[in-house]
């Protein structure tokens, strides 16, 4: 049984859950893990060297039209691929990305075949794929099985692999070939966006007071500006805070915001959904009030207080202005 | 510009104890409080914003039953021209594939210029309604957008990626853009103002024509169940003084940051 990973890539570096992908693609079929890399022109093989020994094979295509991500431009050509194939994959896995999210289910609409997107988990049983994947909110799990389909697509949430990235250790071969797409796929790529660097750098801190959606208003953000100023800490937060411009983009913590590892991360009415833990999740010491005692960010929390943070939070203000007298 | 927008009604779960139905795969909606998908509600936003700026039609789309019906009232409260819910029994548990299936069906042969998505639901957060439907219309598609412009027969958009970066992409139309949170500010909708639009005809086509047969039926739900619980957190118990005090206690010592 074959199974293709599509390597990750972004200027000329493999993304790091492409090692996490041939890890679970080789646990999956048992060594004979294709590694698909579809680069720009005079940009493949460098990143062929990135991943020799960590997969049986490694099909090249270096194209114009993959100097950038597209999105359409991958799933054509991954179709193409796998249509003709001499051994076509039984199944093919990326990563649950920003590029995963919109090549894969893509690919699934053109191959017209069965996909799971953001699986942590993945086996393979008999001629099924089942995967597992974190549904709710974090709250609840939730088993999918793709049976008896010729090939299946899954995307992998990044981070989700337990042990560290283990795969075959062989001499890879290099097998470079070519796909036809067409010359107007209808998406150009324009231009990288950096996001602006804003004054405040919360990866630096030592203690961030993080809140969440339960701070519920803009000005109780006050809540944890006292609390940040009696500790001499640093206000974060989570998305939906700099969704609703209750504070800016540069405090946000989590995949499309920043990693941090602070000394100490107290999280206030923050759920712990993964695109947030997973940012945060090193940190030394995770102190997490939430009203909820179910709420997954206790998963992660090395102390939890289930209450409510506009009494728990002004009282830990307090004791720590008393405590400094 | 023909514009639609597609929209879930889920169950808001942040607060809420969940229970598995006794078939093992499902949630026990009862009693949950449902509302507009968080993604939907900036894709909406930003149909409306997109129809004011370059004129033209607003058609709202959900498949639901009648309960789900609510979400569709929030976009005529808003600016949309015409709401349409598919629903069919079959549709019940349906999965990604079934669904945009049924997507597929609500668009019918009408040509949209637009049609906006969610990057995601809150409930299982597949994040394929929008490529699917592109795919099943044949149509250009982008995924994770969280900034756009319609210039012409062209749409400027920026994808959004880790880290703080985007990319910037320009897509001919007709296209799905599937929207992230951020891009906007959704608008206030009172409760008023939903009562209005109870007045707005809702059209209701029966989706017992849409084909469920595809490949993408392959994907079944097997169960449904809490998560294997971690180590966890050691819980702080007591009054809000008393929790501050062995936080404080907490900090000093493990934390040694006081
Ligand atoms: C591609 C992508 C990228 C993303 N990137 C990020 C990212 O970088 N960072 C990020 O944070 N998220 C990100 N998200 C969003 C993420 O999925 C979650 O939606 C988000 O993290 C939820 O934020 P929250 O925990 O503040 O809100 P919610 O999940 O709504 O949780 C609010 C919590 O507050 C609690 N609460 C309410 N009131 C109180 C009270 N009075 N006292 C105590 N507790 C209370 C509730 O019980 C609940 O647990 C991303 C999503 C996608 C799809
Ligand atoms: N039942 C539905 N009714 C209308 N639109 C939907 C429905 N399910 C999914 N969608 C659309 O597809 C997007 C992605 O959903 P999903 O693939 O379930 O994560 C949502 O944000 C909606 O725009």
């Known amino acids: 049984m074959s199974v293709w990973v599509v390597c990750e890539h972004r200027n000329g570096a493999l993304r790091e859950v492409t090692y996490e992908l041939l890890a679970h693609g080789a646990a999956l079929c048992m060594g004979a893990v294709t590694a698909v890399i579809l680069a720009g022109p005079g940009e493949g093989e460098a990143l062929a060297a990135l991943i020799n020994g960590k997969a049986e094979r490694t099909l090249l295509v270096e194209d114009p039209s993959m100097s950038a991500f597209n999105g359409t431009a991958q799933a054509l050509a991954l179709a193409s691929l796998a249509e003709g194939a001499q051994e076509p994959p039984k199944a093919i896995l990326g990563a649950h990305s920003a590029a995963g999210m919109d090549w894969a289910p893509t690919l699934a609409g053109k191959l017209s075949c069965p996909a799971v997107t953001d699986a942590v988990a993945l086996s393979m049983e008999g001629d099924s794929l089942t995967a597992t994947r974190v549904v709710y909110g974090g709250k609840l799990q939730s088993k999918i099985k793709l049976g008896g389909a010729k090939m299946v697509i899954a995307t992998i949430r990044p981070g989700s692999l337990e042990d560290e990235p283990k795969a075959a250790s062989v001499e890879t071969s290099i097998e470079a070939t070519s796909v036809s797409l067409p010359s107007e796929l209808g998406k150009r790529f324009i231009a990288w966006v950096e996001e602006a660097a804003g004054d405040v750098d919360i990866s630096q801190a030592d203690i961030l007071v993080s809140v969440g959606r339960g701070i519920q208003d803009k000005e109780n953000i006050d809540v944890a500006e006292a609390l940040a100023e009696a500790l001499g800490a640093t206000v974060s937060c989570s998305r939906p805070v700099v969704d609703m411009n209750w504070l800016p983009k540069e405090r946000q913590v989590g995949i499309s915001g920043k990693t941090v590892k602070p000394k100490v991360y107290i999280a206030l009415g923050i759920s712990g959904a993964f695109q947030h833990a997973t940012a945060m999740k090193d940190s030394a010491m995770i102190i997490a009030v939430n009203k909820d005692p179910k709420a997954p960010i206790f998963q992660i929390a090395h102390y939890g207080i289930v209450g409510d943070l506009f009494k728990v939070a002004p009282a830990l203000t307090a004791a720590v202005r008393a405590a400094k007298g | ?258």
Not at chain 2, 17 to 42: I, Q, S, Y
């Open chain 2, 1 to 258: 510009m023909k514009i639609a927008v597609f929209v879930k009604h889920v169950p808001d779960v942040a607060e809420a104890d969940l229970e598995v139905a006794a078939d093992g795969r499902t949630l026990k909606g009862a009693g949950l409080p449902f509302e507009m998908n968080e993604w939907d509600r900036f894709a909406l936003e930003e149909a409306v914003l997109i129809k004011d700026e370059v004129g033209g039609d607003l058609t709202a789309f959900l498949i639901g039953d009648e309960a789900a019906e609510e979400s569709l009232r929030r976009c005529l409260a808003v600016g949309a021209d015409r709401a349409v819910r598919l629903w069919d029994e079959a549709l019940s548990g349906a999965n990604p594939f079934e669904i945009a299936a049924a997507m597929r069906g609500a668009v019918g042969d009408d040509n949209y210029d637009l049609i906006l998505c969610g990057a995601q639901s809150s409930d299982y957060g597949y994040g394929m309604g929008g490529p699917l439907l592109a795919e099943a219309l044949g149509i250009n598609s982008v995924a994770l957008v969280n900034k756009m412009k319609v210039e012409g027969s062209k749409v400027l958009v920026t994808r959004e990626l880790e880290g703080g970066w985007g990319e910037e992409v320009e897509v001919n139309l007709p296209a799905v853009i599937s929207i992230q949170t951020g891009i906007n500010e959704p608008r206030y909708v009172s409760i008023l103002g939903i009562k209005k639009a109870r007045k707005k005809p809702i059209d209701v086509l029966d989706g017992a024509g849409v084909d469920l047969s595809s490949e993408g039926g392959k994907l079944v739900v097997e169960s449904l169940q809490a998560p294997p619980l971690g180590e966890g957190a050691e819980f702080l118990e007591g009054s809000p003084e008393e929790v501050a005090e062995r936080c404080l206690a907490l900090l000093k010592e493990a934390g040694g940051v006081l």
